[in-house]
């Protein structure tokens, strides 16, 4: 699976820097029904990533890092990379002047955010899971947002993905 990202990267003339790692990439599938108007998501689960491989990693976003205004980081973690990853890589891009973009979820996003990014982007489900109780109306949503000021973020969006729609 790697090698045909690397082939449809080259084939739309994007640049890529990769870090292989010794487990197959997984593979994401989305299901559209233009009709009902609903999505199902079909997700594999990431390899195994070593601690070596991980290292290899965030050296390789160092290295990136000269030249750029934003570091992204998006999704959850592969088994094996500890939740602290994202935080790490928060502290990094800050150390070089670069602001930085948290979109994730669950316990990385707890860990994450002690680093304090620059924008933060919880769908409400997680910014209730993070609040530690349901956010139902605007009010409580906005609340809960500007307090994650508290953790230094200057920016909090919050989509309303995860939301009771009525």
């Not at 997700?43 to 990136?64: F, H």
């Not at 094996?80 to 670069?98: C, E």
């Amino acid at each position: 699976m790697g090698d045909t990202i690397v082939e449809g990267l080259d084939v739309e003339g994007m640049r890529h820097d990769l870090v292989r790692v010794g487990g197959e990439s997984r593979l994401c599938i989305k299901i559209v029904d233009p009709q009902m108007g609903t999505q199902t998501e079909i997700n594999e689960p990431g390899p195994c990533v070593s601690a070596d491989e991980v290292d290899r990693l965030v050296g390789k976003i160092g290295e990136l890092m000269a030249g750029i205004d934003y570091v992204v980081l998006c999704g959850n973690v592969p088994p094996g990379v500890p939740v602290s990853l994202y935080g790490q890589i928060i502290k990094l891009a800050k150390a070089n002047g670069i602001k930085t973009v948290l979109d994730t979820s669950g316990e990385q996003l707890r860990e994450a955010i002690k680093s304090r990014p620059s924008i933060v982007k919880p769908n409400v489900a997680e910014l209730s899971e993070l609040a530690e109780h349901e956010l139902v109306t605007v009010e409580e949503i906005c609340g809960a947002a500007k307090s994650l000021k508290q953790y230094g973020a200057d920016i909090a969006v919050v989509t309303m993905a995860g939301a009771e729609r009525s």
